[in-house]
């Protein structure tokens, strides 16, 4: 008999079928320290799959462990694997899964055994399109379970310490401490959002696979309501499909002796969320967009969370005001320029027929670069209004090859200062177009 499952954001809701342990270190060891890299306020993390390293997505908001995009890594092998339904966020049909078994998941000194991991066998979910960096899983509760597990943020990097009496004081000694509770797997925090100046007491699942600051969800309070300043956006894509919603400006969020002003929220639709098993009171999430802001602590053992904030505690918050979701879609190969540094041998001047000196000092090389691709654009957008569509290749930003930058990079220059302009030269059914649009803010 095939098992139903459903999923949650990127973001998963299952339950447990047998005992794991979790991540346990290896004899004389107490802490282990990971580099991570971070992208649009997301973590990816390396670990060990049966022997074979993996990137996957640190997520709060998963109960279990999940892979897909294994195409490009054949020698993961599985054991005790059967069929399974998947749905999730997003208003699309479920899709095919597999639950398989007894896994075994590593990092350099501490490993986890006989472990359950859920595999989406349909190679069309690919975060790696969207991120810019092959990601070929999600891992969340399993990896937070038994240990004290410390996100670094500014440093980009994963600490995981082992949960004795040392390791605790030393935390508590530098962060501050504040009370969540685990349900269904998940940690939640208790929170005020002030919205239009109606302070209204929320239930919030602590996120770090969102990047937004803040979600709430609207259809399922009397009290929250979307401010009368928005705008319709795509939200993400979760596992059965696109999420949508709307983006508003709140007057501030608010949870233990944090406050953060003039934050931007997104309010999914209830379409998206349709598949979603709620806890009871939950009001909405909060992101990566706000978690950014501090080096947080996680220890699920006692429901704490501690936190210290770092260098971008008082950024203000922002949004893509073009209105352009670019994906990574391939590459290319690209023929560049190099000048060669020579010296000249003795006696081998080469002249022209001009009698002028000849250097041969250029060689070409070529270079596999990346292609990005138009995937989304919002209703009544700057980048809608100036003719941009959905599928668009885009060659040049700024009279720049796009392939000189990175998905983080572009992401980031959509959320630049207002009225900055800028230049797309773009590739539509075979033929170049030029476009241009000024950055504006609609909230």
């Known amino acids: 008999m095939k098992k139903k499952c459903v999923f949650f954001l990127l973001l998963i809701t299952i339950m447990p079928v047998f005992a794991q342990e979790g991540f346990v270190f290896e004899k004389d060891i107490e802490k282990v320290t990971v580099p991570i890299v971070l992208i649009n306020n997301l973590v990816f ?39 399974i339904t998947l749905k999730g966020l997003g208003s699309e049909d479920a ?34 399109s969207q991120i810019g960096i092959p990601v070929n899983g999600i891992i969340g509760y399993d990896f937070f379970r038994k240990n004290l597990i410390r ?69 399922l309070s009397d009290q929250v309501k979307v401010p009368s300043k928005n705008f319709e956006d795509f939200l993400g894509k979760g596992f059965s499909g696109d999420i949508e919603g709307r983006r508003a400006k709140v007057t501030s969020f608010s949870f233990g002796n944090y406050t953060f002003k003039s934050p931007i929220v997104a309010f999914p639709d209830s379409s998206s ?80 027929s001009e009698g002028k000196n000849v250097t041969n000092d250029f060689k070409y090389k070529f270079e596999l670069k990346p292609i990005y691709e138009i995937a989304n654009i919002r209703k009544n957008s700057p980048a809608a209004k100036s003719g941009l569509q959905t599928g668009d290749v885009i060659i040049t930003i700024n009279k720049s090859p796009v392939y000189q930058y990175s ?5 980031e220059l959509f959320k630049s200062e207002d009225n900055k302009v800028f230049y797309l030269e773009i590739e539509r059914n075979g033929k170049a177009f030029k476009f241009s649009f000024q950055l504006i803010d609609d909230l």
Do not use: C
């Open 151 to 219: 996100i670094d943020y500014a440093s980009k990097r994963v600490i995981v310490y082992k949960d004795n009496e040392a390791n605790r004081k030393k935390i508590e000694k530098k962060f501050d401490k504040t009370t969540i509770t685990i349900d269904r797997f998940k940690p939640y925090l208790f929170g005020i959002a002030d919205i239009d100046k109606i302070k209204i007491p929320v239930k919030m699942l602590i996120d770090t696979g969102n990047s937004d600051s803040v979600w709430l969800f609207q259809n």
């Open 273 to 352: 969320i349709k598949s979603v098993r709620m806890v009871k009171d939950r009001a909405g999430s909060v992101g990566g967009e706000i978690l950014k802001r501090f080096s947080a602590v996680f220890d699920y053992k006692n429901e704490l969370l501690y936190l210290k904030k770092n260098s971008d505690f008082y950024q203000p918050f922002s949004y893509n005001k073009s209105g352009i979701e670019i994906k990574h879609n391939g590459i290319q190969w690209v023929k560049e320029t190099v000048r060669m540094e020579t010296v000249p041998l003795s006696g081998s001047i080469t002249f022209n």
């Open 407 to 411: 998905l983080q990079k572009l992401n």
């Open 45 to 83: 993390i390396p670990i060990k799959v049966n022997g074979v390293e993996l990137n996957f997505l640190l997520d709060t908001g998963v109960e279990e462990t999940i892979l897909f995009s294994l195409e490009d890594n054949p020698d993961v092998n599985f054991f005790n694997s059967e069929k």
């Open 95 to 128: 899709i095919e899964g597999l639950k398989t078994t007894n896994n075994i998941l590593e990092l350099d000194g501490i490993k986890a055994t006989r472990q359950l991991i859920y595999v989406i066998l349909d190679q069309s979910f690919n975060l790696s």
